[in-house]
């Protein structure tokens, strides 16, 4: 099985920071990785796709980037409503997620 | 407008059985497989299993096969996950979620069902 492993696993940051969320795949995944946002009580919420593709109605100021098995999600200047965790996922030979990486305030 | 629709919370004691429902519209139900994904208290996201409601094949992540039942009906556009006898462990918020057509990319949840299995 392919194994996605997050990191950091908690992110401190202040409203205006760029942040960036790291992932990795035990093997290469090519660009099939995407990113979800979760916010507590809340269901996730797909922002990224195939590595760098914005899902329909997502905030600019996210993106994704990488392919094999290096990817990052970047928020540019970080917003109040954006603190949460994040998740991202390998989706397709199988749905495994990461373990999250939690974005909270400074 | 595409929604799905879960039952509400439930306390169970162990060794219960327990169905929860995931009803769903706006779409073509028969053409979108829909999975379930656990997230216990605190933790990550798990991916249970899914099912592709057209003729019912039925997949499980290995750490779940056996564990529950993935079912749907087709004449309610209603999918469910089942279990014959609850452990403590099964104590977390499950997710149904609508697959969107490129491999196991979701991109539609319900809202969750939180299951507390305690004695």
């Known amino acids: 099985d392919i194994q996605m492993t997050q990191s950091p696993s908690t992110l401190s940051a202040s409203v205006g920071d760029r942040v960036t969320i790291t992932c990795r795949a035990s093997q290469s995944i090519s660009s099939w990785l995407a990113w979800y946002q979760q916010k507590p009580g809340k269901a996730p919420k797909l922002l990224i796709y195939?590595?760098?593709s914005l899902e329909s109605g997502v905030s600019s100021r996210f993106s994704g980037s990488g392919s094999g098995t290096e990817f990052t999600l970047t928020i540019s200047s970080l917003q109040p409503d954006d603190f949460a965790t994040y998740y991202c996922?390998?989706?397709?030979?199988?749905?495994?997620f990461g373990q999250g990486t939690k974005v909270e305030v400074k | 407008e595409v929604q799905l629709v879960q039952s509400g919370a439930e306390v169970k004691k162990p060794g219960e059985s327990l169905k929860i429902s995931c009803e769903t519209s706006g779409y073509r139900f028969t053409t979108y497989w829909i999975v379930w994904v656990r997230q216990m208290p605190g933790k990550g996201l798990e991916w249970m299993g899914s099912i592709y409601p057209g003729d019912s094949d039925t997949k499980y992540s290995p750490s779940f096969r056996g564990q529950v039942t993935i079912s749907a009906d087709k004449s309610i556009t209603t999918a469910y996950l089942q279990w014959s006898s609850l452990k403590a462990s099964d104590t977390a918020m499950y997710y149904c979620?609508?697959?969107?057509?490129?491999?196991?990319?979701?991109?539609?949840w319900g809202q969750g069902t939180l299951v507390t299995v305690s004695s």
């Open positions: 979620a609508r697959l969107k057509g490129s491999g196991y990319l979701i991109d539609y």
């Open positions: 996922q390998h989706y397709n030979i199988q749905g495994t």
């Open positions: 195939k590595a760098s």
